[in-house]
Each structure stands twice: as structure tokens, then as C-alpha cells.
């Protein structure tokens, strides 16, 4: 049984929205919109067919910013603290460079300190 085919307009685009009002890279890609949109977006995509299902994710990935589930909020921390981790042992790795003298680790290093601030930031 074929999926039954939802066409994409102004009114499925605007539902879609995030409370930020704007629109996430999973919900473009439901919609064939490549990362970062690219302008007259909205308008290429208007007549578009899609599935039912898609069209139902599309709507639904925007409001989820709404609530959370537990598990999308539990992912999400895990993921900040992996990233955390990988950046910190990266700035030590590019400190102990820039110890020994070399110019570009020193770069590097401050930009993955200012890498940390913002995830531990993120994570609060």
C-alpha cells in the first residue's frame, strides 16, 4: 500500500515552526532542503509532494522544542557531556603544544577553551 502523498504549502511550513520561529535541519531535510537553507527556500519547496507520514514528523520536530521528551533531554546532555570530554582532552593536548613553543596550539587552544565555556554553559 502506497503512502498516501501531502502536498507541502505556506500553511504546512508556518505550522511547522519551532517556538523560535524558525524551522531545524532535521525538518528541512524531510523537505529536501539542504544545510543552511538557502534563500527563496520556502518557495521552491511549495507544491512539493511528500508522504503523510513526513508531512506529520515535519510539523511534529517543530513543536517538539515545545517539551522535550526525557529522552531526547537525556541524548542531548549525553551528547554535550561526550562533547565536553573530547574538547577538554583537546585543549590539553594543544596546551602541552603550546608549552613546547608552537605559535598555532597556542591558537588552538584558545579557541578550544572558549569551546568549553560554551558547552558548559550549554549544559546547565
Known sequence: MADQ??????????QAKTPAGSWTRAQLAI???TWPPKQGWRKRIEGKKITKADAERFVSLGKAGKKPSSAKTV????LKSAALDYVTAAYAR???????GDDAAGCIADDL??????LRAAGK
Open 75 to 78: 541524548t542531548g546532555m549525553a
Open 5 to 14: 502523498l501531502v502536498e507541502v504549502t505556506d500553511r504546512l511550513v508556518e
Open 31 to 33: 523537505v529536501g532542503v
Open 113 to 118: 577553551e572558549k569551546a568549553i565555556a560554551i
Open 94 to 100: 594543544a596546551y602541552e603544544m603550546a608549552r613546547n
